[in-house]
């Protein structure tokens, strides 16, 4: 045993020596101190239920891709931007600026592929995404409305669907918005034979919406018919 010590003694000298004094941070293994083991705290979210675990989960995945989608902003096509934008504040009240500088608020309802929706009491409100200056949202981050599911469908529907897709969803605007996400034309045909303002630059037209095409909209104003381009359109407001 004094044998096996002497021995020890004479290895650490010599391995002491072989390092000069301007090495201060060596420090043989035989002079460190056990390690103990770190204490191990439990998450937040350890002890809760599996079924609220899952929908903690997704908020914090929607919220984090809302927060990338926001940082990616310019390397995104503008209206897959605000589409991603007005996913995340579904249900909030927001106020919109365009590009003249007038503000409007309303609650997001539908975030469509160049368009957004807002509701404020009665009132709807169609954004075009390229007429919007900045966004202010009042409240925190909200989680985007379910899309409708279609579990619970009857079987002629659902075998309509599996056998003809084309053309049933290309009969109904909510499943076209459902699978593809809708434009604004395509959106449009929910007002037909409805009164509609329609703002361009400076300049409101209010009357019958009597027919939609891909780029223009034609409106009855007292017996007479005018066409205008989508394209050219600021804000589009209805009273449903």
Known sequence: MKKENMIERVSLKRIEKDYDKENDFYIHDHC???????????????CLPPGV?????????????????????????????????????????????????????????????????????ERVIIYPYSQIET???YGRFAEPYHDPEL???????????????GEVVSSSPELIHLFFRIRLDIYLLLFEDQHIQVTQDD????????????????LDVDGSLKHILIESISLITSNA
């Open 135 to 137: 966004i202010k949202p």
């Open 151 to 165: 579990r619970k469908i009857s079987p002629c529907f659902r075998r309509n669907l599996t056998f003809h897709f």
């Open 32 to 46: 460190c101190p056990e390690r103990l083991p770190s204490p191990k705290l439990p998450s937040p979210t350890d």
């Open 53 to 121: 675990l899952e929908i903690v989960l997704e908020k914090i995945t929607s919220a984090n891709e809302l927060l990338l989608d926001l940082a990616l902003g310019d390397d995104r096509p503008p209206d897959e931007t605000y589409q991603k934008v007005f996913d995340g504040l579904a249900g909030l009240r927001v106020e919109i600026t365009n590009l003249a500088g007038e503000k409007l608020e309303g609650k997001v309802t539908l975030s469509g592929f160049n368009f957004v929706v807002l509701r404020e009491e």
């Open 203 to 218: 300049t409101t037209i209010e009357g019958l919406l009597t027919d939609v095409h891909k780029d223009t909209i034609v």
